[in-house]
Protein backbone atom coordinates (compact mmCIF):
# COMPACT_ATOMS: atom_id res chain seq x y z
CA UNK A 1 0.00 0.00 0.00
CA UNK A 2 1.39 3.40 -0.89
CA UNK A 3 1.77 6.16 1.31
CA UNK A 4 -0.25 9.19 1.18
CA UNK A 5 1.62 12.12 -0.46
CA UNK A 6 1.81 15.06 1.36
CA UNK A 7 4.15 17.97 1.38
CA UNK A 8 7.64 17.53 2.97
CA UNK A 9 7.64 21.22 4.62
CA UNK A 10 5.05 24.47 4.74
CA UNK A 11 6.20 27.58 6.89
CA UNK A 12 4.45 30.50 8.14
CA UNK A 13 4.80 33.50 10.16
CA UNK A 14 2.80 33.73 13.53
CA UNK A 15 -1.10 35.13 13.18
CA UNK A 16 -0.76 33.65 9.79
CA UNK A 17 -3.00 30.51 8.49
CA UNK A 18 -1.37 27.40 6.58
CA UNK A 19 -2.96 24.45 4.95
CA UNK A 20 -0.97 21.17 4.58
CA UNK A 21 -2.47 18.71 2.15
CA UNK A 22 -3.05 14.83 2.40
CA UNK A 23 -3.12 13.40 -1.52
CA UNK A 24 -4.19 9.43 -1.38
CA UNK A 25 -6.95 7.48 -4.09
CA UNK A 26 -11.12 7.07 -3.75
CA UNK A 27 -9.07 3.29 -2.19
CA UNK A 28 -8.49 5.32 0.92
CA UNK A 29 -9.00 9.12 1.14
CA UNK A 30 -11.15 9.87 -1.68
CA UNK A 31 -13.76 6.56 -0.57
CA UNK A 32 -13.96 7.34 3.30
CA UNK A 33 -14.40 9.98 5.91
CA UNK A 34 -11.92 8.24 8.01
CA UNK A 35 -9.07 10.55 7.52
CA UNK A 36 -6.89 11.79 10.94
CA UNK A 37 -4.42 13.93 11.43
CA UNK A 38 -1.38 14.32 14.03
CA UNK A 39 0.93 16.57 15.66
CA UNK A 40 4.34 15.31 16.28
CA UNK A 41 7.16 17.02 18.30
CA UNK A 42 11.18 15.65 18.28
CA UNK A 43 11.53 12.79 20.48
CA UNK A 44 7.68 11.86 21.50
CA UNK A 45 4.74 10.35 20.18
CA UNK A 46 1.88 12.00 17.79
CA UNK A 47 -0.92 13.25 19.40
CA UNK A 48 -4.72 12.99 17.58
CA UNK A 49 -5.53 16.58 16.42
CA UNK A 50 -8.13 15.90 13.66
CA UNK A 51 -10.23 12.58 13.30
CA UNK A 52 -13.12 11.46 10.82
CA UNK A 53 -11.94 14.29 8.15
CA UNK A 54 -12.87 17.42 10.25
CA UNK A 55 -13.49 16.56 13.83
CA UNK A 56 -11.20 17.81 16.92
CA UNK A 57 -10.60 15.68 20.10
CA UNK A 58 -11.57 17.33 23.42
CA UNK A 59 -8.45 19.41 24.17
CA UNK A 60 -7.27 20.07 20.92
CA UNK A 61 -7.77 24.07 19.94
CA UNK A 62 -10.34 25.17 17.60
CA UNK A 63 -7.62 26.95 15.40
CA UNK A 64 -6.99 22.91 14.02
CA UNK A 65 -9.39 22.12 11.41
CA UNK A 66 -9.70 19.69 8.57
CA UNK A 67 -11.83 18.95 5.80
CA UNK A 68 -11.86 16.92 2.24
CA UNK A 69 -12.21 17.49 -1.02
CA UNK A 70 -11.97 14.43 -3.57
CA UNK A 71 -9.02 12.56 -3.02
CA UNK A 72 -7.29 15.00 -0.87
CA UNK A 73 -7.58 15.90 2.58
CA UNK A 74 -6.53 19.16 3.98
CA UNK A 75 -5.46 20.38 7.37
CA UNK A 76 -5.56 23.69 8.29
CA UNK A 77 -4.10 25.57 11.16
CA UNK A 78 -5.29 29.31 11.63
CA UNK A 79 -3.83 32.14 14.06
CA UNK A 80 0.11 30.49 13.82
CA UNK A 81 2.15 29.98 17.01
CA UNK A 82 5.30 29.16 18.07
CA UNK A 83 3.96 26.11 19.36
CA UNK A 84 2.43 24.46 16.15
CA UNK A 85 6.06 24.20 14.90
CA UNK A 86 6.29 20.19 14.50
CA UNK A 87 5.71 17.40 12.15
CA UNK A 88 2.07 16.52 11.08
CA UNK A 89 0.89 13.36 10.15
CA UNK A 90 -1.84 12.52 7.75
CA UNK A 91 -3.66 8.90 7.73
CA UNK A 92 -6.24 7.67 6.64
CA UNK A 93 -8.53 3.89 6.29
CA UNK A 94 -8.91 1.99 3.09
CA UNK A 95 -10.68 -0.31 0.80
CA UNK A 96 -8.42 -3.21 2.79
CA UNK A 97 -10.01 -2.52 5.94
CA UNK A 98 -6.32 -0.57 6.81
CA UNK A 99 -4.65 2.21 7.18
CA UNK A 100 -1.71 4.43 5.64
CA UNK A 101 0.02 7.17 6.78
CA UNK A 102 1.41 10.11 4.78
CA UNK A 103 5.11 11.17 4.63
CA UNK A 104 4.69 13.55 6.99
CA UNK A 105 5.02 17.78 7.06
CA UNK A 106 7.46 19.87 8.65
CA UNK A 107 5.85 23.06 9.91
CA UNK A 108 8.35 25.83 10.30
CA UNK A 109 6.64 28.98 12.15
CA UNK A 110 9.00 31.64 10.59
CA UNK B 1 -6.84 7.63 32.92
CA UNK B 2 -5.69 4.84 30.06
CA UNK B 3 -2.06 4.74 29.28
CA UNK B 4 -0.04 2.06 27.26
CA UNK B 5 3.22 1.41 27.59
CA UNK B 6 5.98 -0.54 25.69
CA UNK B 7 8.41 -3.33 26.74
CA UNK B 8 10.48 -5.54 25.09
CA UNK B 9 14.42 -5.82 23.93
CA UNK B 10 16.05 -2.60 22.59
CA UNK B 11 18.48 -4.38 20.32
CA UNK B 12 17.49 -7.85 17.87
CA UNK B 13 20.25 -9.85 15.55
CA UNK B 14 19.46 -9.66 11.88
CA UNK B 15 17.44 -12.74 11.34
CA UNK B 16 15.87 -13.13 14.38
CA UNK B 17 12.58 -12.10 15.85
CA UNK B 18 11.47 -8.88 17.15
CA UNK B 19 8.84 -9.35 19.92
CA UNK B 20 7.30 -6.23 21.71
CA UNK B 21 4.60 -5.83 24.05
CA UNK B 22 2.06 -3.27 24.90
CA UNK B 23 0.95 -3.17 28.20
CA UNK B 24 -2.16 -1.60 29.31
CA UNK B 25 -2.96 0.13 32.27
CA UNK B 26 -5.83 2.56 33.76
CA UNK B 27 -8.57 0.42 32.12
CA UNK B 28 -9.19 -3.03 31.05
CA UNK B 29 -8.65 -4.05 27.45
CA UNK B 30 -11.53 -6.44 27.55
CA UNK B 31 -14.16 -4.30 29.04
CA UNK B 32 -15.09 -2.20 25.47
CA UNK B 33 -15.05 -3.20 22.03
CA UNK B 34 -12.05 -1.31 21.01
CA UNK B 35 -9.09 -2.31 18.62
CA UNK B 36 -5.48 -1.84 19.14
CA UNK B 37 -2.44 -1.66 17.10
CA UNK B 38 1.23 -1.02 16.43
CA UNK B 39 2.98 1.47 14.38
CA UNK B 40 6.28 2.07 13.87
CA UNK B 41 8.86 5.03 12.74
CA UNK B 42 12.28 4.76 11.12
CA UNK B 43 14.81 7.20 12.65
CA UNK B 44 14.07 10.36 10.88
CA UNK B 45 11.40 8.70 8.88
CA UNK B 46 7.70 9.22 8.92
CA UNK B 47 5.03 6.44 10.67
CA UNK B 48 4.11 3.52 9.10
CA UNK B 49 0.91 1.20 10.37
CA UNK B 50 1.94 -2.23 11.26
CA UNK B 51 -1.14 -4.09 12.26
CA UNK B 52 -3.70 -3.99 14.08
CA UNK B 53 -6.28 -6.40 16.33
CA UNK B 54 -9.84 -6.40 17.65
CA UNK B 55 -10.26 -7.19 21.49
CA UNK B 56 -11.34 -10.30 20.78
CA UNK B 57 -9.02 -11.48 18.37
CA UNK B 58 -9.48 -10.22 14.74
CA UNK B 59 -6.13 -9.07 13.05
CA UNK B 60 -5.57 -6.41 10.00
CA UNK B 61 -1.98 -6.36 8.71
CA UNK B 62 -0.07 -4.21 6.51
CA UNK B 63 0.35 -6.44 3.55
CA UNK B 64 3.90 -5.17 3.05
CA UNK B 65 5.06 -6.95 6.53
CA UNK B 66 2.20 -9.25 6.68
CA UNK B 67 4.19 -12.20 5.67
CA UNK B 68 6.43 -11.59 9.02
CA UNK B 69 3.75 -10.28 11.43
CA UNK B 70 1.76 -10.88 14.32
CA UNK B 71 -0.20 -9.55 16.52
CA UNK B 72 -1.57 -11.10 19.57
CA UNK B 73 -3.75 -10.06 23.09
CA UNK B 74 -3.81 -11.36 26.25
CA UNK B 75 -7.18 -9.60 28.05
CA UNK B 76 -5.89 -12.02 30.62
CA UNK B 77 -2.69 -9.42 31.80
CA UNK B 78 -4.28 -7.01 29.84
CA UNK B 79 -1.65 -6.51 26.99
CA UNK B 80 -1.12 -7.21 23.22
CA UNK B 81 2.03 -8.12 21.01
CA UNK B 82 3.53 -7.64 18.09
CA UNK B 83 6.22 -10.40 16.80
CA UNK B 84 7.85 -9.38 13.43
CA UNK B 85 10.50 -12.56 12.15
CA UNK B 86 13.54 -11.87 9.55
CA UNK B 87 14.47 -8.91 10.95
CA UNK B 88 17.04 -6.51 8.90
CA UNK B 89 18.11 -3.28 9.16
CA UNK B 90 15.44 -1.66 7.70
CA UNK B 91 13.25 -2.79 10.27
CA UNK B 92 15.12 -0.64 12.96
CA UNK B 93 12.49 1.83 14.47
CA UNK B 94 10.87 3.69 17.38
CA UNK B 95 7.67 1.29 17.61
CA UNK B 96 4.50 2.25 19.23
CA UNK B 97 1.56 1.04 20.19
CA UNK B 98 -1.86 3.16 20.31
CA UNK B 99 -5.70 2.74 20.80
CA UNK B 100 -7.75 3.17 17.69
CA UNK B 101 -10.40 5.63 18.66
CA UNK B 102 -13.08 3.51 16.58
CA UNK B 103 -15.30 0.56 17.55
CA UNK B 104 -15.99 -0.64 14.14
CA UNK B 105 -12.40 -1.12 12.78
CA UNK B 106 -8.74 0.60 12.24
CA UNK B 107 -10.14 4.45 12.82
CA UNK B 108 -7.80 7.06 14.40
CA UNK B 109 -5.16 6.55 17.16
CA UNK B 110 -6.37 8.32 19.79
CA UNK B 111 -3.85 7.18 22.61
CA UNK B 112 -0.20 6.36 21.99
CA UNK B 113 2.46 4.57 24.19
CA UNK B 114 5.75 6.76 24.69
CA UNK B 115 7.30 4.70 22.08
CA UNK B 116 10.00 2.61 22.24
CA UNK B 117 13.79 1.94 20.21
CA UNK B 118 14.80 -1.20 18.32
CA UNK B 119 18.02 -1.45 16.62
CA UNK B 120 18.67 -4.72 14.62
CA UNK B 121 22.67 -5.72 14.67
CA UNK B 122 24.80 -7.90 14.85
Known amino acids: QSALTQPASVSGSPGQSITISCTGT?????????VSWYQQYPGKAPKLMIY???NRPSGVSNRFSGSKSGNTASLTISGLQAEDEADYFC??????????FGGGTKLTVL | QLQLQESGPGLVKPSETLSLTCSVS??????????WGWIRQPPGKGLEWIGT???????YYNSSLKSRVTISIDTSKNQFSVKLSSVTAADTAVYYC??????WGPGAFDIWGQGTMVTVSS
Open chain 1, 91 to 100: SSYTIRSTRV
Open chain 1, 26 to 34: SNDVGGFNY
Open chain 1, 52 to 54: DVS
Open chain 2, 26 to 35: GGSISSSPYY
Open chain 2, 53 to 59: IYYVGGT
Open chain 2, 98 to 103: ARHKTH
